[in-house]
Antibody, heavy 121, light 107 residues
Framework: EVKLVESGGRLVQPGGSLRLSCAAS????????MDWVRQAPGKGLEWVGR??????????EYAASVKGRFTISREDSTTSLYLEMNSLKTEDTAVYFC????????????WGQGTLVTVSS | YVLTQSSSVSVAPGKTARITCGGD??????VHWYQQKPGQAPVLVIF???DRPSGIPERFSGSNSGNTATLTISRVEAGDEADYYC???????????FGGGTRLTVL
C-alpha cells in the first residue's frame, strides 16, 4: 500500500524558516518524481515544485512564487522527500501536501494528508 | 499557462454534471482531474483526459478537445459533492498548473 505522511508544519514568524518532511512507503521511491502542492485556507491547489527521479538526475523545478526561497530535496535511501522553506511570508500559509507522480501519465495518483504551515507574527 | 474553471456547478441527484476546464489548445495536452472533499487530500478521478483509476466509478468520465476539457459525472449522488480541479503540464513554463477549482453542489 502506497503511503505518504507529511510532518513538520507549525506556526512560524514572517522571515523565518521551516523544513517539511514526507515519509514514503509502499512503492519504489527512487523511480518516481515527487511533488509538493499547497492549499491556502479556503483557496485552490497550487503546485509548489518537484524533484525528478534518480534516472533524471534529481532535477528540481519550482513555481515562480517560491523559486529562490524554497528548496526540494530527497533521500532515496530513507524514502523521504523534503521541502526547505526560507524567507517565509504570510502568503505561504497553507496546507502542504506531498504527492507521487505516476511514471507514465504524470498524474498525482497518491497524496499525503497534508501538514499545516502558518506564517504569522 | 492558465486553466479556467467555473466556480460552481449545481445539479440534482440522478442528473448529469459537467465541469469544464478551459485553456489555450488544451486539447493538445494531457488533462488530469481531482476530487477534493472538505478536510481531505485530493483524489485522482481521471487521468490522461479519459482514463479512470481503479476504484473510481464508471459514472466519472472525461473528454478533451480544442480549448475545453470536460469532466462528466453521470447519475450524480450526494457523495459526489466536492471541489474538482483540472491539471495540466504547462510545458512552456515547465511547471504543473491547476485550475481554480469548481465546487459541485448536489441539490
Amino acid at each position: 500500500e502506497v503511503k505518504l505522511v507529511e510532518s513538520g508544519g507549525r506556526l512560524v514568524q514572517p522571515g523565518g524558516s521551516l523544513r517539511l518532511s514526507c515519509a514514503a512507503s509502499g512503492f519504489t521511491f527512487s523511480d518516481h518524481y515527487m511533488d509538493w502542492v499547497r492549499q491556502a485556507p479556503g483557496k485552490g491547489l497550487e503546485w509548489v515544485g518537484r524533484s525528478r527521479n534518480k534516472a533524471n538526475s534529481y532535477i528540481t523545478e519550482y513555481a515562480a512564487s517560491v523559486k529562490g526561497r524554497f528548496t526540494i530535496s530527497r533521500e532515496d535511501s530513507t524514502t523521504s522527500l523534503y521541502l526547505e522553506m526560507n524567507s517565509l511570508k504570510t502568503e505561504d500559509t497553507a496546507v502542504y501536501f506531498c504527492a507521487r507522480e505516476g511514471a507514465a501519465a504524470g498524474d498525482f495518483g497518491y497524496w499525503g494528508q497534508g501538514t499545516l504551515v502558518t506564517v504569522s507574527s | 499557462y492558465v486553466l479556467t474553471q467555473s466556480s460552481s456547478v449545481s445539479v440534482a441527484p440522478g442528473k448529469t454534471a459537467r465541469i469544464t476546464c478551459g485553456g489555450d489548445n488544451i486539447g493538445n495536452k494531457n488533462v488530469h482531474w481531482y476530487q477534493q472533499k472538505p478536510g481531505q487530500a485530493p483524489v485522482l478521478v481521471i487521468f490522461f483526459d479519459t482514463d479512470r483509476p481503479s476504484g473510481i466509478p464508471e459514472r466519472f468520465s472525461g473528454s478533451n478537445s480544442g480549448n475545453t476539457a470536460t469532466l462528466t459525472i453521470s447519475r450524480v449522488e450526494a457523495g459526489d459533492e466536492a471541489d474538482y480541479y483540472c491539471q495540466v503540464w504547462g510545458s512552456s513554463s515547465d511547471h504543473w498548473v491547476f485550475g481554480g477549482g469548481t465546487r459541485l453542489t448536489v441539490l
